[in-house]
Every structure is written in structure tokens, then in C-alpha cells.
């Protein structure tokens, strides 16, 4: 698990965005830091190393990319 740590997750993350929906890459995301959490209880991790700790690899869309869905859907919905 030490190789495990924030940028390889960000590259991780970065890698599954080109290939799938948001919602499966934070599955997939939610997977390891479960495996680490278990690695971290069974003493196989650190919890100094945690890489999921500011919680910045898990964040979904920010605050401007949601607003900017929530129009475009608006505007979907007036021309149909």
C-alpha cells in the first residue's frame, strides 16, 4: 500500500474519467478506500500514509461544473 498514495490515485482517477461515468469511477474510488481502511485495521497500512484523508481524490464535480449542467439541462428542457 505504500505506493497507493494521492498522486497515484489522481492519476488513477484521471485514467478512469476517460473511459467511464462519474458515478462508476467514485465506485471504483470508494472500493480502494475501503481495501485501504481494511489494510490500515489488519495493520498491512499506515494511517499516516492515508491518501484519502483531505478527502480531495473523492470530490465529485465542483460547484461551477454542477451549475453548468443544471443550465444547460434548463435549456434542454425549453427546446424539447
Sequence with gaps: FYEMD???LMDYRRYLE?????TTVSIHLRNLRALYNLAISRQHARLNDYPFRDGSIMKGLKGSELSQL???????????
Excluded: G, N, P, V
Excluded at 70 to 80: A, F, N, S, V
Design 6 to 8: 494521492l498522486e497515484f
Design 18 to 22: 476517460d473511459k467511464l461515468s462519474i
Design 70 to 80: 443544471i443550465d444547460l439541462y434548463h435549456i434542454q428542457l425549453r427546446h424539447c
